[in-house]
């Protein structure tokens, strides 16, 4: 499920560090910790497993896939199990994955799915129709099993599995969105065991039983993830052995690593520096992987959290309900500045909700409309909005104190800090006041309402919905002790009709229509403020690794796809290049400079998942 990415990207993601036990010390971290008391090789296990470290910098929020949302947590549970329907690495389409079929009726109402039968669980046993219709059944009538997702069937009326390769969903109204079902499907004979969805991380017993092409092995929170492959995987069995995820709270240490070969791919959090790709690019055996990305980078400001049943709560600065102040803080960021000195040119201006490099629905603001870096019209909006300087030179607000803004930020992440320092200049030339809280967990005080802006951003796959619906009045938690899907908790009626409308419109260029209204929308409601869109930097040891899959083929990402192609098509170095995988789709990464806008991908970018603030998906 999910994403961002960042359930939220709120705040970035999952703790994963070195594996403990002897069978951890295949690639230990490159750090002497508890976990991993001295710095060891990635290399093949004394039994001759082939095994592939993935550095990572954000934690796993929960390894239930109905309660998952950060971009850590969605990739493994991609890993882990099959969803109805896959999207092709090339260009982004959708193609079979647990279904090899799908049809609608004639008023689309009904559509019925061909579920394969040469799908296996880890534990032996057949995956079915049954699988998914309980999957979703629970869903449907389990608040707590619709955390993650619960967007994805909030439409449907009824699910039935009349055969074991036959799947029946029929909904209420027509959903552009059901060949693009984001949806782990589980097994229900493991699942149907669990009491309480809202509680159960799926973290306590090993090997989790899954039908994806690796199977969760090991974990250890804020420590390491460990998967085997699954031989018995219908597209064919991934050629590493295993693959360990590895948390680095530290990202120059992790780069380290990487440098040492203590582990054979860095994805950053989510992305190197500029700084990091640099030092690595010319050197031995690694190799720089610079790709427009998925992602967005936002400043989100709170608009007075509340719950659907219309109770606030949280302490945001009640003058950030004023659309003048928030506009005269955007007016107040240099966006160009952003991209050339925090990013040094591996990212491109923020404008719309959806990146560039999902051509079809990315939006921009007209010359008249657009939110440019004027910070003596940001000076005249706060001045009209009644927060005039005083004798000191400070905003006050209209309690008479100084305004002093609380920014969320990820400790995690560099790129914050560097842009948070940016705001303290910026926005203290207006008389405003910028406290930064980077810390490792934004997400309890971002669900509590308890800031003013966050730095925030999520990851944008195939098709916009979930990403939309994360903004819905819908996705508000239903009390406030509740955990809704909201982003930031924006609600706004307009928004919702057009959300409506996007999702019955099957018709791609009307609904790529109103999914850029939906943009323009939240663009002039003022609450999220898209600064960057990131290339996806990486890097890979080429000694251990000797052709992956980027997603799309053509300059694309390794990291965080929207699929598990990357992981499983990836080729050990030393291979002698027989393998039982059916891979069409293993290439060779090159260094792709600057960024290239994909068109006609006919896809939509929508992330999946927040891992609250952090990362969502």
């Known amino acids: 499920m999910g994403t961002n990415d960042q359930k939220r990207s709120l705040p970035h993601g999952l703790r ?20 991993a008391p001295a710095p060891q090789q990635a290399r093949a296990a004394d039994d001759g497993k082939k095994v592939l470290t993935v550095a990572v910098a954000q934690s796993v929020d929960s390894l239930s896939p109905f309660l998952a949302v950060r971009l850590l947590s969605t990739s493994i549970h991609r890993l882990m199990y099959e969803y109805l329907t896959n999207y092709d690495p090339k260009d982004n389409h959708a193609i079979a994955g647990l279904a090899t ?21 880890s534990d032996g046993q057949q995956a079915t129709a049954e699988d998914a219709a309980w999957t979703f059944n629970k869903m449907m009538t389990d608040t707590g099993a619709a955390t993650a997702n619960g967007s994805y069937v909030g439409n449907f009326r009824k699910v039935t599995a009349p055969s074991p390769t036959e799947l029946v969903i029929e909904l209420k109204k027509p959903q552009a969105t059901m060949a693009a079902l984001d949806v782990p499907i589980v097994p229900k004979h493991v699942w149907e065991k669990v009491s309480d969805f809202s509680e ?74 500029p700084a990091q790709a640099e030092s690595l690019k010319g050197a031995d055996d690694i190799q720089v992987n610079d790709a427009p990305g998925r992602r967005f980078y936002a400043l989100a400001t709170n608009p007075g959290a509340k719950a659907k049943n219309g109770e606030k709560f949280g302490d945001g600065h009640p003058s950030l309900l004023d659309q003048r102040v928030r506009n005269a803080l955007f007016r107040a960021v240099d966006r160009e500045a952003i ?37 003596a019209e940001a000076a005249r909006l706060l001045d009209q909005a009644g927060y005039k300087k005083n004798g000191d030179g400070k905003r006050v607000g209209k309690d008479g104190k100084p305004i002093t803004y609380r920014v969320l930020c990820h ?44 730095f925030d951003g999520w990851s944008v796959n195939p098709d916009p919905d979930f990403v939309l619906s994360i903004h819905t009045c819908g996705a508000l938690p239903a009390t406030p002790k ?136």
């Not at 994806?212 to 018995?232: C, H, T």
């Not at 603001?365 to 870096?373: E, V």
């Not at 992956?548 to 098509?569: E, F, H, L, V």
């Open 16 to 35: 994963l560090i070195a594996l403990a036990g002897a069978a951890a010390l295949t690639l230990t971290a490159g750090l002497a910790t508890p976990l």
């Open 101 to 121: 079929k799908w049809e609608p009726s004639a008023d689309k109402l009904t559509w019925t799915y061909t579920i394969r039968s040469n799908s296996k669980w």
């Open 200 to 273: 159960f991380n799926n973290d306590k017993s090993f090997p989790v039983v899954g039908n994806g092409p690796f199977v969760l092995s090991g974990y250890k929170a804020d420590s390491y993830v460990r998967l085997k492959a699954n031989k018995s995987f219908w597209r064919g069995s991934p050629k590493f052995d295993e693959l360990v995820f590895r948390y680095y709270k530290d990202q120059d240490a992790a780069v380290s690593a990487l440098r040492k070969g203590e582990v054979s791919f860095v994805a950053g959090s989510p992305s190197l520096t």
């Open 339 to 375: 991209i050339d000195k925090v990013f040094r040119g591996h990212a491109v201006e923020g404008e719309g909700y959806i990146p560039p490099r999902f051509q079809d629905y990315f939006w921009k603001p007209s010359a008249d409309r657009k939110l440019a870096y004027d910070p």
């Open 411 to 454: 400790a995690t992440d560099p790129n914050d800090k560097a842009v948070g320092k940016y705001l303290q200049e910026w926005w203290g030339e207006l008389g405003i006041g910028v406290q930064l809280n980077c810390l490792d967990n934004v997400t309890d005080p971002w669900l509590a309402g308890k800031y003013d802006l966050a």
């Open 482 to 617: 509740d955990t809704g899907a909201t982003d930031n908790f924006i609600c706004d009626k307009k928004y919702d009709e057009l959300y409506a409308r996007q999702l019955t419109e099957y018709d791609p260029a009307k609904r790529a229509d109103i999914v850029k209204r939906m943009e323009s929308r939240l663009y002039d409601l003022g609450y999220m403020n898209v600064m960057a869109y990131p290339n996806a930097v990486e890097a890979f040891r080429t000694d251990q690794i000797k052709s992956i899959t980027t997603m799309p083929a053509k300059a694309g990402n390794i990291y965080g796809q929207d699929g598990y192609w990357s992981w499983w098509s990836a080729v050990p170095a030393d291979s002698d290049g027989s393998s039982d995988t059916a891979s069409s789709t293993g290439v060779v990464v090159g260094i792709v400079a600057g960024v290239v806008i994909l068109g006609g991908l006919g896809a939509f970018a929508a992330m999946r998942r927040r891992a609250t603030a952090e990362e969502r998906e």
